[in-house]
């Protein structure tokens, strides 16, 4: 996993967050290793979905083997994501909220 270029207290990547609490989005990192468009779509894709900077989000479940996939939500959508898709979505963490 790339380092992401957050420097704020209590940044993270949504996948290190745990069910219930929530952040806000900080930016989606591209992936720089990518041979193709496929890593560029996937990035492209989720800032399409909402996840851009200053979006709230809320880890809703996590799949029981391997965590896999994380129901988030994002404004008034949830979405599954894969471990490596949540990955590339830097946040805050601002603890856990009421449903």
Known sequence: ??????EQAGAMTLNQMKVGDSG???DVQDQDHAKSD????ITRRLKELGFVKGEPVKVL????????PLAVRIGQSTFAL?????ALIGVTHSGKVGK
């Open 24 to 26: 806000i989005v900080l």
């Open 82 to 86: 894969r471990n490596f898709e949540a």
């Open 38 to 41: 496929s890593a560029f779509n």
């Open 61 to 68: 479940h996590k799949g029981y083997f391997g965590g896999e």
């Open 1 to 6: 996993m790339h380092d992401l270029p957050f």
